[in-house]
């Protein structure tokens, strides 16, 4: 996001997708979290949300801290609604490897014409006449 709070465009990647591991807490800034899925659908970016945790929640101890989180999957939902993806809930580790072999990756091929033979043969006709001239000049006559 752009200082003033406008969506820089950053092109169309339709078959790009963004997969979010989270326990769908917002800690950020003030809808941070619905800008960045803003930009992400007008760049045509699907994003897959995986909720980690459970809504009753759990006490983490991380380098000496004590850290509660808890599972809002409202919040991974509709990320992953706004941007035509899908949430894939996961209440313990186990259930990843089923997650990660149901994700659906999309490849988009679109063919473009490339307007560089007329360059090309351009290239070469000009090529082929200064090697004539210069045959001519060279030896007097035409083989």
Same mark, same amino acid.
């Given at each position: 996001?752009?200082?003033?709070?406008?969506?820089?465009?950053? =092109?169309?990647?339709?078959?790009?997708?963004?997969?979010?591991?989270?326990? =769908?807490?917002?800690? #950020?800034?003030?809808?941070? @979290?619905?800008? %960045? @899925?803003?930009?992400?659908?007008?760049? #045509?970016?699907?994003?897959?949300?995986?909720?980690? #945790?459970?809504?009753? =929640?759990?006490?983490? !101890?991380?380098?000496?801290?004590?850290?509660?989180? %808890?599972?809002?999957?409202?919040?991974?939902?509709?990320?992953?609604?706004?941007?035509?993806?899908?949430?894939?809930? %996961?209440?313990?580790?186990?259930?990843? !490897?089923?997650?990660?072999?149901?994700?659906?990756?999309?490849?988009?091929?679109?063919?473009?014409?490339?307007?560089?033979?007329?360059?090309?043969?351009?290239?070469?006709?000009?090529?082929?006449? %200064? #090697?004539?001239?210069?045959?001519?000049?060279?030896? =007097?006559?035409?083989?």
């Amino acid at each position: 996001m752009r200082r003033d709070g406008t969506i820089p465009g950053i =092109g169309y990647w339709p078959s790009a997708t963004i997969v979010i591991f989270s326990d =769908g807490q917002d800690e #950020g800034a003030a809808g941070a @979290t619905a800008r %960045a @899925t803003a930009a992400a659908e007008k760049a #045509g970016v699907r994003i897959d949300t995986v909720g980690v #945790g459970t809504t009753a =929640g759990t006490t983490v !101890d991380v380098d000496g801290y004590h850290l509660f989180t %808890a599972l809002h999957p409202s919040a991974l939902k509709s990320i992953a609604q706004a941007t035509r993806g899908a949430y894939y809930p %996961a209440s313990d580790a186990s259930q990843l !490897d089923g997650i990660a072999s149901t994700i659906k990756l999309r490849l988009t091929i679109t063919s473009q014409r490339l307007p560089l033979a007329g360059a090309f043969i351009a290239l070469a006709l000009v090529l082929l006449a %200064a #090697g004539s001239v210069l045959t001519v000049v060279r030896s =007097g006559r035409v083989v």
